[in-house]
């Protein structure tokens, strides 16, 4: 036994062109869920509202985003604060600061010393964010302006 009979059919048809939601139809037709209402709009081809009915877009910024004019933008790195400073470079395998997993804290560099191991060691060193500017300057290459 289906619901669907030809007056309720066109009831419905007439409801949907009049505006009505989903859920007003299953209401306004009683005995009948908005997913049925849904899945016997689609088989009629229904497939959505007429543009009246389609949400308006969003009106464009007047003061969007603009692009550099140049088209390269200039990178700056944070600067460091004063006690995080360190020499530019270490001689290689001299790491003053070395640190295992539990001695490791939220200001020290997380640049992790050879390969990994139940015994892993970190750079140590103070830093702000995850890496002291050592081995910021690893990661993060300077960006050079081409000509």
């Known amino acids: ?14 409801l ?3 505006g009505l939601s989903v859920r007003q139809i299953a209401v306004h037709l009683g005995g009948i869920t908005r ?17 009246s009915y389609m ?27 004063a006690e995080a400073q360190m020499p530019p470079s270490l001689p290689p395998g001299e ?3 070395a640190c295992n997993t539990y001695e490791i804290g939220p200001d020290m560099c997380r640049w992790p010393l050879g390969e990994p191991t139940h015994d892993m060691r970190y750079c140590g060193a ?10 910021r300057g690893v990661v993060f290459k300077q960006m050079v302006r081409r000509g």
């Open 1 to 14: 036994m289906t619901f669907w009979s030809d007056e309720s059919i066109i009831s419905l048809t007439g």
């Open 16 to 18: 949907w062109k009049d």
């Open 35 to 51: 997913n049925a209402v849904i899945g016997k709009l689609y088989r009629l081809g229904f497939t959505g509202r007429s543009p």
């Open 55 to 81: 949400p308006r877009p969003k009106p464009k910024r007047a003061n969007g985003f603009k692009a550099p004019v140049s088209g390269v933008v200039e990178v700056r790195p944070k600067p460091a604060p």
């Open 95 to 97: 790491f003053p600061f």
């Open 126 to 135: 103070p830093s702000w964010g995850s890496w002291c500017p050592v081995h």
